[in-house]
Nanobody
Framework: QVQLVESGGGLVQAGGSLRLSCAAS????????MGWFRQAPGKEREFVAS????????YYGDSVSGRFTISRNNVKQTVFLQMNSLKPDDTATYYC???????????????WGQGNQVTVSS
């Protein structure tokens, strides 16, 4: 059984930064892409970022491109999301996800984290 545990969320002022972490446990996720989605109240879930197992293929949602950076440490089975220049519109619950292949979100997502709240005040 794989568990994804997120950490690092919280409250920050607009223009500030936060770093989210997602640690996988249970078994090695070799070959799995990992990534992040977010969902704000009353809105649909939105793709944020994805990174391949090797770390050399990354994708970003249009609304975060240039401000967010995804990375991973396969030894620690952890994926990170560095969020800079945060805006109030970034306020949402952020979910970590893992999926076999090069990118999360292209098909069935096998594993999800429990969610981590990020709130950006204006």
């Amino acid at each position: 059984q794989v568990q994804l545990v997120e950490s690092g969320g919280g409250l920050v002022q607009a223009g500030g930064s936060l770093r989210l972490s997602c640690a996988a446990s249970g078994r090695t996720l070799s070959g799995y892409a990992m990534g992040w989605f977010r969902q704000a109240p009353g809105k649909e879930r939105e793709f944020v970022a994805s990174i391949s197992w090797s770390g050399d293929i990354t994708y970003y949602g249009d609304s975060v491109s240039g401000r967010f950076t995804i990375s991973r440490n396969n030894v620690k089975q952890t994926v990170f999301l560095q969020m800079n220049s945060l805006k109030p519109d970034d306020t949402a619950t952020y979910y970590c996800a893992a999926q076999m292949g090069l990118r999360v979100g292209t098909s069935y997502i096998e594993f999800w984290g429990q969610g981590n709240q990020v709130t950006v005040s204006s």
